[in-house]
Nanobody, 115 residues
Framework: QVQLVESGGALVQHGGSLRLSCKASGLAFSSYTMNWYREAPGKGREFVALISSSGGVTSYADSVKGRFTISRDNAKNTVYLQMNSLKPEDTAVYLC????????WGQGTQVTVSS
């Protein structure tokens, strides 16, 4: 079965950086677009970024454009989210997802940005 496992979340100061990872298994990873979403307390799930199967196409939410970078390593079945210039409003649980017939989600990793 498809499994997505995120890691790399932490408590970081305003202006700091983090790199999140999402390790995938149970799917032909290099064939699928991968996505990052986030959920903040009291808010719905928000799209953050996506990357095409080859890595040649990326897209970002306006709120993170210029600060976050999505990338992938198909040899390692892993997608990354490099987050720079973090702000308190970036505080959320970050989840990766893959649409493989149905939408699969990881369990998420907590990112907390202190002011």
């Amino acid at each position: 079965q498809v499994q997505l496992v995120e890691s790399g979340g932490a408590l970081v100061q305003h202006g700091g950086s983090l790199r999140l990872s999402c390790k995938a298994s149970g799917l032909a990873f290099s064939s699928y677009t991968m996505n990052w979403y986030r959920e903040a307390p009291g808010k719905g799930r928000e799209f953050v970024a996506l990357i095409s199967s080859s890595g040649g196409v990326t897209s970002y939410a306006d709120s993170v454009k210029g600060r976050f970078t999505i990338s992938r390593d198909n040899a390692k079945n892993t997608v990354y989210l490099q987050m720079n210039s973090l702000k308190p409003e970036d505080t959320a649980v970050y989840l990766c997802s893959a649409l493989v017939g149905t939408n699969y989600w990881g369990q998420g990793t907590q990112v907390t940005v202190s002011s």
